[in-house]
């Protein structure tokens, strides 16, 4: 069975341009969840799923993220006016519910100019 | 506000031998503490998970050793080889939900 993929895998903008971050958890996952890894860091938790509602946002460094899911399917992490900052690689997770085990994607490793 | 803090960041062992990696969280509402294994560009594989019911896990060559009077908790790899050079992160949360990673060890396991 595929484990979560993410896409694109690398992507390289400009500053102030918008990002959109994709990730596809396992099949039947209910939870879904975005990290943030900076450079030699731990990951940083930025938001959490249930099924397409997001009950917990309070790792979202700032307005300008925000993230949305369809069904129990397909998240998309977007990055307005991206900043330098915002350079990273961002992780997404997946567990079949809330309390078991979460398993990460590769992430996108995600440059700003 | 660092609430799992990791040590040492980088530790080199020869093949073979024992590799430990310690972690010491401040929340005492964490109840799950799981740590992950990541090689280059790869997301972070799940090893090895403890609740605070238990003081010890073993799996395979993984043990984790967990301390709940004193908040701390330790890798041990026994007969390390260098196919475990990796970056080691701790983690914590409660209830397995929100994870809050330590900052990493990267493991050097020399031939």
């Known amino acids: 069975g595929a484990g979560v993929s993410q896409s694109p895998s690398n992507k390289v903008t400009e500053k102030g341009k918008d990002v959109e971050l994709r990730c596809d958890p396992i099949?039947?996952?209910?939870?879904l969840y975005w990290y943030r890894q900076r450079l030699g860091q731990g990951l940083e938790f930025l938001i959490y799923f249930q099924g397409n509602s997001a009950p917990d946002k309070s790792g979202l460094p700032s307005d300008r993220f925000s993230a949305e899911r369809t069904g129990e399917s397909v998240s998309t992490l977007t990055i307005q006016r991206t900043q330098q900052e915002d350079s990273a690689v961002y992780l997404c997770?997946?567990?079949?519910?809330?309390?078991?085990?979460?398993?990460f994607g590769d992430g996108t490793r995600l440059s700003i100019l | 506000q660092q609430q799992v803090k990791q040590s040492p960041q980088s530790l080199i062992v020869q093949k073979g031998g024992i590799s430990i990696i310690n972690c010491a969280y401040e929340n005492t509402a964490f109840d799950y503490f799981p740590w992950y294994q990541q090689f280059p560009g790869k997301g972070p594989a799940l090893l090895i998970a403890i609740r605070p019911d238990v003081s010890e896990k073993k799996e395979g060559r993984f043990t984790i050793s967990f301390n709940k009077s004193a908040k701390q908790f330790s890798l041990h790899i026994m007969d390390s080889q260098p196919g475990d050079s990796a970056t080691y992160f701790c983690a914590a949360s409660k209830s397995n939900y929100k994870l809050t990673f330590g900052k990493g060890t990267l493991l050097t396991v020399n031939p």
């Open positions: 997770a997946s567990s079949h519910d809330r309390d078991q085990p979460q398993h």
């Open positions: 099949s039947g996952h209910t939870a």
